[in-house]
């Protein structure tokens, strides 16, 4: 992927296989993002292909992206803000669903996509929240619901895109014992800066830098290779914290 | 399920939720902030003819067409956050589309002149909508919509050029004039106090078909555009089909709106297409709010109101009345009409609840 005279990601070839749980890591402006916005359909690579269940994707839209079972979330909270927590997963909810083409029976009077989104939220520890608009809520909770809204349309990859960015330590905790109750029905691709979300969650790390994949591996190879502190984790002192806490 | 009694209030939800325990719990409230209003001032507009003066109907039924007009603005404006400066473009079509079919083609009959100009509408909206929204933009709060503002201009001022163009048909700068009174087929004269209730109706029926499309999926579909499309892409919808239907959709109640100008005013000029027609509209969705379903129509009883006085009192002064109009509203009322009269309301109702 090339920005003008500016290549991003390069050379960049990794397949993941159904149900498995794996975290991209790297420094600030080692492509991860760019990587993710090729993948879900933001931006079309300059060259090379992406593949998803057999299928081409390539030059599909983001949505169609969506309808064939992949799913992501944003690093920057991206929620219908205006809106009800309950009208957030409504919408969320019925973006897979032929029904949302649907120009005449109300969306609020549908009890099958109403009992859905209790689903959704109870899940997401939301709906005791479901009457508030999404602005009044805090970021936390935000947080929470960006997630539960990628999970709406029930997808095979999910993509995460920083979910515990910005997040208190409690938090973060919650939402990687969220991911890691997605069980191996979903497939997921996550990038984190917060190491301990990513041993936590990850079976398997690949490291970006300068667009290239420097290294991957299990959580323990990661932790051990002298390469990745070098590039990311830094000195063995500050890794051997983060370390012990992603354990506990 | 005493849960689903507590739905938020269809198209004001957006502003928040008052639930109330009025009357019995099956009845969800909506339906008496709503509904009871909606009803009252629609038998109170289908008898006031009969004990108005001419004038004052004739009023009327011009506020009906522009608060229709207005409305149809509103769908992609307020809901599927779209603003259109051209909205006249529609408007003048579904006129001069009628009155073309009056009096050059010789179709006479209201409902097929009047089905024939919606599709005359659609089909020029789906011809401006793909330039239209090759400009638009996409995402959460990057869409810069002034490219598709200055487009939609545009789309006014040209289709009002085109009118000045094709004499032969459309009249030139003079217009048309001299379109007869609606044939229902129903055997009857359609005199300006029967036209008053064939406004009413369409009126009524146009409402209830929008009511519907801003509350159904599709129509939650557009208010999740409206807040983030970026995200409406992720979750697997195709955006753009949604905004140009919706496009297509406004056009379509923008033109009925104009067949009933049509009949209505009985003479056309090119600037039923041009800026000065989009900016009404524009002002009743201002005037009115964004965010109530209502409210343009409100607004345009005001609008027709102070329209009536000005022709009165200050005719000379109407562009500077018209500017007024939207200072005035933004300075004290920025909200909106809608907004306002609805918060009134529903203390009024909490008031004689408690």
């Known amino acids: 992927m090339r920005f003008g005279g500016l290549t991003a990601v390069k050379d960049v070839s990794f397949g993941l296989e159904p149900g498995e749980r794996v975290a991209l890591i790297g420094p600030n402006g080692a492509g991860k993002t760019t990587l993710f916005n090729v993948l879900t359909g933001q931006l079309k690579p300059s060259s090379g292909n992406v593949f998803f269940k057999g299928h081409d994707i390539t030059r599909h839209k983001v949505f169609a992206r969506t309808q064939l079972g992949m799913a992501r979330s944003f690093q920057i909270t991206s929620l219908f803000t205006n809106q009800t927590v309950r009208v957030n997963a409504l919408i969320a909810l019925q973006g897979t669903q032929k029904g949302r083409y649907d120009t005449f029976r109300r969306l609020l009077g549908d009890r099958g996509m109403q009992a859905a989104a209790q689903v959704l939220l109870e899940s997401a520890g939301l709906w005791e929240l479901r009457e508030e608009v999404v602005n009044s809520l805090a970021y936390g909770q935000q947080r929470k619901l960006e997630i539960a809204l990628s999970l709406a349309s029930d997808p095979e990859l999910l993509l995460l895109d920083e979910p515990s960015c910005g997040l208190t330590t409690v938090e973060s905790a919650e939402i990687t014992s969220r991911i890691r109750d997605l069980g191996t029905k979903i497939t997921v691709l996550m990038i984190a800066h917060d190491m301990d979300l990513v041993f936590g969650v990850a079976e398997r790390v690949m490291l970006l830098h300068y667009g290239e994949i420097a290294c991957e591996g299990t959580c323990d190879e990661i932790r051990a290779n002298p390469i990745v502190r070098d590039i990311y984790l830094g000195t063995r002192k500050s890794l051997g914290a983060t370390g012990g806490a992603g354990r506990a | ?354």
């Open chain 2, 1 to 354: 399920m005493a849960r689903w009694s507590a739905e938020p209030g269809g198209a004001d939800a957006r502003m928040g939720e008052h639930r109330l325990a009025v009357g019995a719990r099956r009845v969800p409230p909506s339906l008496i902030e709503i509904g009871i209003p909606v009803v009252v001032i629609s038998a109170l507009v289908l008898v006031l003819p009969t004990f108005l003066p001419a004038f004052v109907s004739s009023q009327i039924t011009k506020a009906m067409i522009y608060g229709l007009f207005g409305m149809s603005l509103n769908i992609i404006w307020g809901y599927a956050g779209i603003p259109s400066f051209g909205h006249a473009a529609f408007f003048g079509a579904g006129a001069y589309a009628s009155a073309i079919l009056i009096l050059k083609v010789g179709i006479s009959n209201f409902w097929l002149n009047l089905l024939l100009a919606i599709v005359a509408t659609a089909v020029i909206a789906a011809i401006l909508g793909v330039p239209a929204f090759r400009v638009f933009g996409v995402g959460a709060g990057n869409a810069n919509p002034i490219y598709f503002l200055l487009a939609t201009i545009a789309f006014g001022e040209l289709m009002s050029r085109l009118a000045i163009a094709v004499r032969p048909v459309t009249g030139g700068s003079t217009g048309l004039s001299g379109i007869p009174e609606p044939d229902l087929g129903l055997g009857f004269r359609v005199t300006s106090f029967r036209f008053y209730y064939l406004v009413f109706v369409t009126t009524i029926i146009c409402l209830f078909i929008m009511y519907r499309i801003v509350n159904s999926h599709y129509g939650y579909a557009l208010r999740g555009i409206h807040d983030n499309e970026r995200r409406m892409q992720a979750l697997g919808y195709n955006t753009w089909l949604y905004k140009y239907t919706s496009w297509i959709i406004a056009a379509v109640f923008g033109g009925i709106a104009g067949v009933l100008f049509a009949y209505y005013g009985k003479t056309l000029v090119p600037n039923t297409f041009a800026m000065i027609t989009s900016d009404i509209a524009f002002l009743l969705v201002i005037m009115g709010s964004t965010t109530t379903f209502f409210g343009p129509l409100l607004a345009s009883v005001v609008y027709v109101g102070v329209e009536y006085a000005a022709s009165l009192y200050l005719r000379d002064r109407w562009p500077l009345i018209f500017g007024a109009m939207f200072v005035i509203t933004i300075m004290l009322l920025p909200e909106g009409i809608g907004v306002w009269i609805l918060k009134l309301w529903k203390k009024v109702i909490r008031g004689a609840v408690t």
